[in-house]
C-alpha cells in the first residue's frame, strides 16, 4: 500500500459532462502530481502541486483543471469531456527531495462514451 | 523535446532465467533517474532512484546500474520467479527540473513462465 488514495476507482460518462478526480497523498507528503495514461502511451505528466500552490505544468489541456486544498488533497477537474480523454489517470506524492521516489495511488479509470 | 526509451517493449523468459533490460534518456543536464514496477491492475512501485554516474543498487534479485555520461541504465533481474512479471518502467529527471517533470518511458513488459 503506498498510502496515496484515489477516488473513484472506476468512472463512466458521457461526452461534454464534466467529471472530478480526488487524490488524498500520503502522510507527510506534501507535492501531488497527476498523470494520464492512454492506450499505448507512457505516463503523460499533466500538473504538480506543492503544498497548495502549482509548481509545474505539463500537457495538461485548457478543459483540465487541477487544485491542491490546505489539507493537502487533491483534485482533477476534466470537464467537456472527448472520447479521447479515456485513459487510467493517476495521482503521485512525494517529498519532493532530488532522490525521493513518487508514491503512486491505484488510479482512476475514466471512459467517455 | 526529451525522449527516454525502453528496450525491449516486452520480454517472456522462463522461470530461473536472468534478464535484463535498457533504459537510454538524455546524457546532458542529468538529474535523477527511476526505475519502477508497476504490476497488472496495480500502481507503479518505485524500486530506485540513481543520481550518480556509475552508481550501483541492488534491491534482492533486482539490480540497477547507471551510466549518465552516455545517457543509459540497465536493469537487471537474477534467477526471474513468475511474480517478478510486471512492466517496468524508468523515468529521468534533468537538472532543474522539479520531480514534476520527470519523464517516463513506455516501459518494458516482462513475463515470466512458470
Known sequence: DSGVTQTPKHLITATGQRVTLRCSPRSGDLSVYWYQQSLDQGLQFLIQYYNGEERAKGNILERFSAQQFPDLHSELNLSSLELGDSALYFCASSVERSNSPLHFGNGTRLTVT | ?114
Not at chain 2, 24 to 48: I, M, Q, V
Not at chain 2, 52 to 64: T, V
Open chain 2, 1 to 114: 523535446i526529451l525522449n527516454v526509451e525502453q528496450s525491449p517493449q516486452s520480454l517472456h523468459v522462463q522461470e530461473g532465467d536472468s534478464t535484463n533490460f535498457t533504459c537510454s534518456f538524455p546524457s546532458s543536464n542529468f538529474y535523477a533517474l527511476h526505475w519502477y514496477r508497476w504490476e497488472t491492475a496495480k500502481s507503479p512501485e518505485a524500486l530506485f532512484v540513481m543520481t550518480l554516474n556509475g552508481d550501483e543498487k541492488k534491491k534482492g534479485r533486482i539490480s540497477a546500474t547507471l551510466n549518465t555520461k552516455e545517457g543509459y541504465s540497465y536493469l537487471y533481474i537474477k534467477g526471474s520467479q513468475p511474480e517478478d512479471s510486471a512492466t517496468y518502467l524508468c523515468a529521468f529527471l534533468n537538472y532543474g527540473g522539479s520531480q514534476g517533470n520527470l519523464i517516463f518511458g513506455k516501459g518494458t513488459k516482462l513475463s515470466v513462465k512458470p
